[in-house]
């Protein structure tokens, strides 16, 4: 039987089928898609086997069915430890305007994005936490550096790059807003892991808040 190769920009993906070695076709199919599409060789890649044994690869998995196959050895970027300014650039008014672009340019509720924003740092540009998370949306340096963010210190920068990673979190959850929120705050592999909400008191704590925020006064959501 053959090999074939399906891609997506968006999420490259490899299926392949029995009768063929599968590390030898794996192989080939990691080196067309990393010529296809660079950032398919600089993520961790999942497998998951389908309901007729064809074997289905991927570095951005949606769904619960995809196992862990190769992890990425992961560059380390080093941002700096404190932005070079030391007054925030934007007024307050300034943050609605950016999160509403934010919002409009990757399909979110503006209410989510300012509930984190007001639960991960205050709404306070240069806020670091004692693990390294930065910025308005407490972007950590690995994912930041994924996101392809230059300057978490920048509150559009840090904004959009928050906003990017949270929708592309609803959507590895089916638009479940509390398991992506979860994955936020505790990564999408520990959400992944325990099948739903892990149990570590600082990410229950986190949803709830976030959530309290979001549906403040009882209001519908949509």
Not at 65 to 91: C, F, G, I, M, V
Not at 183 to 209: F, H, R
Request: glycine share 8%; proline share 8%.
């Amino acid at each position: 039987m053959g090999t074939i190769l399906k891609y997506s920009k968006k999420c490259p993906l490899m299926t392949i089928y029995h009768g063929m070695q599968r590390l030898k076709v794996f192989l080939v199919c990691m080196v067309a898609a990393a010529t296809l599409y660079p950032g398919a060789a600089e993520a961790d890649i999942y497998m998951r086997r389908g309901p007729d044994g064809t074997l289905h690869f991927s570095n951005c998995p949606m769904g619960t069915d995809w196992k862990l196959y190769a992890r990425e050895n992961k560059k380390q970027y080093r941002y700096a430890s404190y932005p070079s300014r030391t007054r925030n650039p934007y007024p307050p008014a300034g943050y609605e305007e950016l999160i509403t672009s934010a919002a409009r340019t990757y399909g979110l509720n503006p209410r989510i994005i300012r509930s984190v924003i007001e639960v991960e740092s205050g709404f306070n540009p240069f806020a670091r936490s004692p693990k390294g998370a930065m910025g308005l949306m407490q972007i950590m340096p690995q994912t930041a550096y994924d996101l392809g963010l230059n300057d978490p210190w920048d509150p559009a920068e840090n904004i959009a790059a928050g906003t990017r990673y949270l929708s592309w979190l609803l959507r590895k959850y089916n638009g479940n807003l509390q398991l992506a929120l979860a994955a936020y705050n505790a990564g999408p592999s520990a959400v992944d892991a325990y099948g739903g909400i892990p149990p570590y008191q600082e990410t229950t704590e986190y949803v709830k808040n976030v959530l309290a925020r979001i549906f403040e006064g009882g209001s519908s959501f949509q």
